[in-house]
């Protein structure tokens, strides 16, 4: 029976490594090999991410059991990763895993799972394991700033009270020369004066009031994010953008099944044969039955139609995806009779 081989992320996720799993094998679990072949041209992935037509084995010293005792894995590097997820749009990689005294050998499909990066992420992850950046002095900004906000402060003092001084004699020397009308425009412009000061203060309290009440109403205007949900999926944009960024956004936006197998058949039509597996897979082997039952279906015998992006049917492939339904759900009638007759 073929082993069930998985590339897995690590936790945390590390660009360029990843969880080689295995089940179902029978062998031993010290100093094992390697191989990994893919269908398109027949050649053996080589050491330093070449390609060639002869066979190459990565040596594996210890297979771990993994903390649920199900499998064993090893931990491997980008000269494994970055080549599987680099593979084009029809690649399918097969494994060949034997003990390094050629004694038990079997063979599997490998899939690379759910959140893998490529070695080339790097730089984007850097500041998440790095601690430099966290150390970075920021405390020199503020000194600056305190000196220039007490300059003006004391001209500021010297100006307030200069003025008052020849206000206060101008006022003095008035009253000789109209006694009665000076006090009625001074207390007739105070009047005028503090009403205006009063209306100024209750509309500045009406506004402040008045902004302050809407403010839940500013909760329900995530009609921005919905629209650009809403192009993250479209035709137009599995056009324009590169293959890797369409196919994140459009996960992102987390579109139900039915209508992400509706993008898998217009990326199939458009030929966009790359973002049809890797939506396929992505969402597969998240563990949505419905698309990796159509996943599977496209490489089975029994249901293959033929197109560009699927062009001939794979049993092990097929076989793959079942089984993957099937660890979800273990009572799926379809899938369970499927994958027993594609090992046969």
């Known amino acids: 029976m073929p082993i069930r081989v998985d590339l897995l992320a690590l936790e945390p996720n590390v660009p360029g490594q990843a969880r080689l799993t295995l089940k179902k094998w029978q062998g031993g679990e010290e100093q094992l090999e390697f191989s990994i072949q893919r269908n398109q041209d027949g050649f053996y992935l080589q050491d330093h991410k070449a390609w060639s037509n002869h066979p190459f084995w990565f040596k594996v010293s210890r297979f771990n059991l993994t903390a649920d005792g199900e499998a064993l894995e090893t931990q491997v590097g980008p000269d494994v990763v970055d080549p599987l997820l680099e593979g084009v749009a029809n690649?399918?990689?097969?494994?060949?895993?034997?003990?390094?005294?050629?004694?038990?050998?079997?063979?599997?499909?490998?899939r690379p799972g759910v959140g893998l990066?490529?070695?080339?992420?790097?730089?984007?992850?850097?500041?998440?394991?790095?601690?430099?950046?966290?150390?970075?002095?920021?405390a020199p900004a503020p000194a600056p700033a305190r000196e220039i906000l007490?300059?003006?402060?004391?001209?500021?003092?010297?100006?307030?009270?200069?003025?008052?001084?020849?206000?206060?004699?101008?006022?003095?020397?008035?009253?000789a020369y109209a006694p009665p009308p000076?006090?009625?425009?001074?207390?007739?412009?105070?009047?005028?004066?503090l009403l205006i000061v009063v209306l100024l203060l209750a509309a500045g309290a009406g506004f402040w009031?008045?902004?302050?009440?809407?403010?839940?109403?500013?909760?329900?205007?995530?009609?921005?994010?919905?629209?650009?949900?809403?192009?993250?999926?479209?035709?137009?944009?599995?056009?324009?953008?590169?293959?890797?960024?369409?196919?994140?956004?459009?996960?992102k936006s987390a579109p139900d099944s039915a209508k992400l197998l509706e993008i898998i058949n217009q990326a199939k039509a458009s030929k966009h044969c790359g973002v049809a597996q890797r939506l396929y897979a992505n969402r597969a082997q998240a563990g949505d039955a419905l698309i990796a039952s159509a996943y599977a279906r496209e490489y089975d015998p029994k249901y293959l139609k033929a197109s560009e992006c699927f062009p001939a049917a794979d049993n092990a492939t097929a076989a793959y995806w079942y089984e993957t339904i099937l660890t979800q759900d273990p009572n799926n009638?379809?899938?369970?009779?499927?994958?027993?007759?594609?090992q046969k």
């Open 91 to 110: 690649s399918q990689f097969q494994i060949e895993l034997r003990e390094q005294s050629h004694g038990h050998a079997d063979k599997g499909v490998v």
């Open 117 to 138: 990066l490529p070695s080339t992420a790097g730089g984007q992850t850097r500041s998440t394991y790095g601690g430099a950046e966290l150390t970075a002095p920021s």
């Open 150 to 175: 007490e300059i003006p402060d004391l001209p500021e003092l010297t100006l307030s009270t200069a003025e008052p001084e020849v206000e206060l004699e101008s006022v003095l020397t008035e009253p």
């Open 182 to 193: 000076a006090p009625v425009k001074k207390s007739n412009k105070g009047l005028i004066g």
């Open 209 to 251: 009031f008045y902004k302050r009440t809407p403010a839940p109403a500013v909760a329900a205007t995530p009609a921005a994010p919905a629209g650009a949900d809403a192009q993250a999926c479209t035709l137009d944009s599995m056009n324009s953008l590169p293959e890797l960024t369409f196919v994140q956004t459009c996960i």
């Open 333 to 342: 009638a379809e899938a369970k009779q499927r994958f027993e007759e594609l």
